[in-house]
């Protein structure tokens, strides 16, 4: 213990946090709470969030996924309930908080208020509907059956077939009915058996149930799951739950209702003599071994999971996933907020757009283009003419400077035959070809004799 002159240890904000964590989870423990239901907020992360109050105080609670599926019903505002969890601290706001692990209503059974809500439901989606059922076959060559391999109805059913038909075959989905895995296992022996496509596992009827027992016992064939597994098979269905007195969801979403396993037997089997398939006891001994062996590593599972080393680390992921649902609340009122204001400021430009003169804008636009047309071709036009002058007048000056124009007032071009100019008499021999061009065509011959012209005599100076 510290004693008074000692100064208190320094902690963190988080250190303190799980201290206070850890002892009030250590001081609890289990514990059990009634109180009305507040503030409930079903989570897109399949989490619940709600406050339980009486008249002078409320706590905060949260159920996670993995534990609300359990419950059997739909929690709602200003119902009176009893929680079954643990109290335990939300670590990033520091609030205390009761963890919830079960839940039922005060005064109505938790099971039959589940009950009549489900069938209230489905009845209004008209999965009970009179012409929603289809008829059996006349003569099933093939007949599956969703049960335990190790109950009394696989047995009774058995009898029955081979004591009435023996050109009917049997497939067997061995199901769990009982328990928390029974609706899961239940449904995917059914859709198993509605999506079988290859000839050697397709059936013509589908048998679901199982012998009697307690409404907990028969709970797993009042659950959705199965209920819209039948809905949904491609064959027909005939519900065998039970004795003739228990009802289930079952019965009323299915094709048709059995009193009990052995009369649905007998319904499908009509008019056939016995049964050729028979169930091979090794594989319910194994089935039987696997799931003991299941059930046996879940507890050991589960006995490790409560050893105090574990209980941050949980506490830690229920403060996480509490932490992203109140990321992702807040996250969706942003986008909504960022939303709104893309809107209203869209309707602002919308509406000043609304309210500018574009007409006469357009007529003060289209009067100041058709005087701009206007200047331009009168440019065009006489920048065109200025154009048109100085290249007449570069032509005249190369046609006076053209060979061709000397050649019209008399002179003549003398060429050789290689097309090289004769300048001078010294160009030419005797007896050599050239050609003389004229303004109108050439002449040729040959030289005959090369004569040299006299020189002028040179003016003399005569002083």
Same mark, same amino acid.
């Given at each position: ?7 208190a240890?320094?902690?963190t ?5 799980a ?7 250590r001081e ?8 009305e ?6 989570h897109a992360?399949g989490h619940w969030?709600?406050?339980l109050?009486?008249?002078q ?8 996924k993995?534990?609300?599926?359990r ?7 200003g119902?009176?309930?009893i929680?079954?969890?643990r109290?335990t601290?939300?670590a ?11 839940m039922?209503?005060v005064?109505v ?5 589940a ?10 989606e008209?999965?009970?509907?009179t012409?929603r059922k289809?008829?059996l076959?006349l003569l ?5 059956i ?9 047995q009774d ?15 067997l989905?061995?199901a769990?009915?009982e328990g ?12 198993w058996?509605s999506?079988?496509a290859?000839p050697?596992c ?5 048998i679901v ?7 907990e ?5 009042n659950?959705?799951e199965?209920?819209r597994a ?8 005939i519900s065998?739950v039970?004795?003739e007195?228990d009802?289930t969801?079952a019965d009323?979403? *299915?094709d $048709? =209702? @059995?009193p009990t396993?052995?009369? #649905? &037997?007998e319904?499908?089997a /009509?008019? !056939? *003599?016995? $049964? =050729? @398939?028979?169930?091979?006891?090794? #594989? &319910?001994a194994l089935?039987? /071994?696997? !799931?003991?062996r $299941?059930l ?5 599972a589960?006995?490790?999971a409560?050893r ?21 609340l807040a996250?969706?009122s942003?986008?909504r ?7 209203r400021?869209l ?5 000043r757009?609304?309210?500018?003169p574009w007409a006469?804008?357009?007529q003060?636009c289209q009067?100041?283009t ?6 331009l071709?009168t440019?065009?036009q ?7 002058g100085?290249?007449?007048q570069?032509?005249a000056?190369l046609d006076a400077?053209?060979?061709l ?6 002179y ?23 050609s003389v ?9 040959r030289?005959?004799a090369?004569?040299?012209l006299?020189q ?7 002083s």
């Amino acid at each position: 213990m510290r004693e008074p002159s000692e100064p208190a240890p320094l902690l963190t904000v988080s250190a303190l946090t799980a201290r206070i964590r850890r002892q009030l989870e250590r001081e609890f423990g289990e514990i059990i709470v009634e109180g009305e239901l507040s503030n409930f907020v079903a989570h897109a992360s399949g989490h619940w969030y709600f406050t339980l109050k009486d008249a002078q105080s409320q706590i905060r609670c949260a159920c996670w996924k993995g534990t609300n599926y359990r419950i059997q019903f739909r929690p709602q505002n200003g119902l009176q309930v009893i929680c079954r969890g643990r109290v335990t601290v939300y670590a990033p706001k520091g609030d205390y908080q009761l963890t919830v692990e079960a839940m039922s209503p005060v005064g109505v059974g938790s099971q039959q208020l589940a009950f009549e809500r489900l069938k209230a439901k489905l009845a209004a989606e008209g999965l009970f509907a009179t012409e929603r059922k289809r008829p059996l076959p006349l003569l099933p060559r093939r007949i599956g059956i969703v049960t335990s391999p190790t109950g009394a109805a696989i047995q009774d059913i058995l009898n029955v077939l081979r004591r009435r038909n023996d050109g009917v075959s049997v497939l067997l989905y061995p199901a769990q009915v009982e328990g928390v895995d029974a609706a899961a296992s239940v449904a995917a022996g059914i859709r198993w058996f509605s999506q079988r496509a290859d000839p050697d596992c397709s059936v013509d009827a589908l048998i679901v149930g199982r012998g009697g027992g307690s409404a907990e016992s028969l709970w797993a064939f009042n659950t959705e799951e199965v209920a819209r597994a039948i809905a949904d098979s491609s064959v027909p269905v005939i519900s065998a739950v039970g004795h003739e007195i228990d009802v289930t969801i079952a019965d009323f979403v *299915a094709d $048709l =209702r @059995a009193p009990t396993p052995s009369a #649905a &037997a007998e319904m499908v089997a /009509a008019r !056939r *003599a016995d $049964l =050729r @398939a028979l169930i091979q006891k090794q #594989a &319910a001994a194994l089935g039987s /071994a696997m !799931r003991i062996r $299941l059930l046996e590593a879940q507890r050991a599972a589960e006995r490790l999971a409560r050893r105090p080393a574990f209980d941050d680390a949980r506490a830690r992921l229920r403060d996480a996933l509490q932490r992203c649902d109140e990321l992702a609340l807040a996250a969706q009122s942003a986008m909504r907020e960022r939303l709104r204001a893309s809107d209203r400021r869209l309707e602002r430009a919308v509406s000043r757009l609304a309210h500018y003169p574009w007409a006469p804008r357009l007529q003060v636009c289209q009067a100041e283009t058709s005087e701009l047309e206007a200047s331009l071709a009168t440019a065009l036009q006489a920048r065109l003419a200025s154009h048109r002058g100085r290249a007449s007048q570069a032509l005249a000056r190369l046609d006076a400077l053209s060979p061709l124009r000397v050649l019209a007032r008399g002179y003549a071009l003398a060429e050789r035959p290689d097309g090289r100019l004769i300048r001078s008499i010294g160009d030419v021999q005797p007896g050599e070809a050239f050609s003389v061009r004229l303004a109108d065509g050439y002449l040729r011959g040959r030289a005959e004799a090369v004569t040299p012209l006299p020189q002028p005599e040179r003016l003399r100076d005569h002083s």
